[in-house]
């Protein structure tokens, strides 16, 4: 494993889905898959949770992380997909603390198992 979690590669990230799910443990994704302007992380990002508050990787080198694992864990729930979006014109953008100048979009997916 990488010495810092939250910017491991996504192989790593991706690696670790793969192993929570043979676990059968509950898990979401979170890919940045848009950025206008200033962006923390690029498009391509990661952040894997699961239902028990685990995690690795980043999306946004924190300042969105909490709003996106609350999405995630509503994702892990109702097993529906989301497309957030956070910036500056965006009012929960400062509430959340996404003050870099730029946009973030991020896809939220609950992963789920092969059967």
Request: with cysteine.
């Amino acid at each position: 494993m990488t010495a810092n979690p939250l910017y491991a590669a996504s192989d790593e990230i991706l690696g670790l889905a793969e192993n929570w799910l043979d676990q059968r443990r509950t898990a979401a994704l979170a890919t940045v898959v848009g950025t206008w302007g200033s962006s923390p992380r690029p498009v391509g990002s990661h952040l894997l949770v699961d239902d028990a508050g685990d995690m690795m990787g980043s999306v946004s080198g924190g300042c969105i992380e909490g709003a996106v694992v609350e999405e995630a864990k509503q994702a892990m729930k109702d097993g529906k997909p989301r497309l957030l979006e956070f910036g500056v014109t965006n009012e929960d953008a400062w509430e959340v603390g996404l003050a870099c100048g730029g946009t973030v979009r991020v896809y939220v997916e609950k992963l789920v198992a092969d059967q």
